[in-house]
């Protein structure tokens, strides 16, 4: 099994990447672990304290689970990934059969950060967008998909997100292995990684 980790700053347009590294690689042959879905579970709080939680920091992720579910996967074995809402700010209670495959990429802001996971990633990618362009994306896309507003959005920017960026993020390029400049749709950068996962396989 080829694990490969895709990191970077929010907006940076890790998920697209993800997709597009899915559509070039023969179906059922690669998983999906995100690092979205192990937010750690925060029933017993809330909605009003769960808005508050800052979530651009390692420990609101249960890095615990998500190695263990990797480690279970390289084994061979099925993991029941959570599924999470950003709308409720939880998890849904729900989870997906994730099955191990050839590839399996976990994908994340937060997922260099943590020694155990950064070893078990045969190929560390950081994807990097500038800051505006990652503010512009991330407005969009909380506005129409995840229930937020303009004031949600640049609060939380302003409060959590780009300090938590600045301090647990982007110090993880170090750690990558191929950085993606990511400012516009970059093709050739999906063919390299591309490439680079056949010649593993
Ligand atoms: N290279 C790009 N140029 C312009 N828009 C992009 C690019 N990559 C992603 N986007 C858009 O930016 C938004 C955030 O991208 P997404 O892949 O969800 O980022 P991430 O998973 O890193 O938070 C999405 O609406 C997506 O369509
Ligand atoms: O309940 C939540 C949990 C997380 N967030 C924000 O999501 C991003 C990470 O997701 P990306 O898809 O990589 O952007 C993170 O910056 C958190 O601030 C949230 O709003 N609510």
């Given at each position: 099994?080829l694990?490969?980790?895709?990191?970077?700053?929010?907006?940076?347009?890790?998920?697209?990447?993800?997709?597009?590294?899915?559509?070039?690689?023969?179906?059922?042959?690669?998983?999906?672990?995100?690092?979205?879905?192990?937010?750690?579970?925060?029933?017993?709080?809330?909605?009003?304290?769960?808005?508050?939680?800052?979530?651009?920091?390692?420990?609101?992720?249960?890095?615990?689970?998500?190695?263990e579910?990797?480690?279970e996967?390289?084994?061979?074995?099925?993991?029941?990934?959570?599924?999470?809402?950003?709308?409720?700010?939880?998890?849904?209670?729900?989870?997906?059969?994730?099955?191990?495959?050839?590839?399996?990429?976990?994908?994340?802001?937060?997922?260099?950060?943590?020694?155990?996971?950064?070893?078990?990633?045969?190929?560390?990618?950081?994807?990097?967008?500038?800051?505006?362009?990652?503010?512009?994306?991330?407005?969009?896309?909380?506005?129409?998909?995840?229930?937020?507003?303009?004031?949600?959005?640049?609060?939380?920017?302003?409060?959590?997100?780009?300090?938590?960026?600045?301090?647990?993020?982007?110090?993880?390029?170090?750690?990558?292995?191929?950085?993606?400049?990511?400012?516009?749709?970059?093709?050739?950068?999906?063919?390299?990684?591309?490439?680079i996962?056949?010649?593993?396989?």
């Open positions: 099994m694990i490969i980790g895709i990191a970077g700053g929010t907006g940076c347009g890790k998920t697209t990447v993800v997709n597009q590294i899915l559509k070039e690689l023969p179906e059922g042959e690669v998983g999906i672990l995100s690092q979205d879905s192990y937010y750690k579970d925060t029933s017993h709080l809330s909605y009003d304290e769960r808005v508050k939680i800052n979530f651009d920091h390692p420990r609101s992720i249960d890095f615990e689970l998500l190695h579910h990797l480690v996967l390289k084994k061979g074995n099925t993991v029941h990934q959570p599924v999470y809402s950003f709308v409720k700010h939880n998890r849904t209670g729900d989870t997906i059969f994730t099955h191990p495959r050839k590839v399996i990429i976990v994908e994340g802001i937060l997922i260099l950060t943590n020694p155990e996971l950064r070893d078990m990633f045969d190929i560390k990618i950081f994807v990097h967008a500038d800051s505006d362009e990652r503010l512009i994306r991330r407005l969009k896309r909380d506005i129409t998909e995840r229930g937020r507003d303009l004031d949600e959005v640049l609060t939380r920017y302003q409060t959590t997100l780009k300090p938590m960026h600045n301090q647990f993020i982007e110090p993880m390029k170090e750690f990558a292995d191929i950085i993606i400049p990511n400012n516009k749709y970059n093709t050739v950068a999906i063919d390299i990684v591309k490439t996962i056949n010649q593993r396989l």
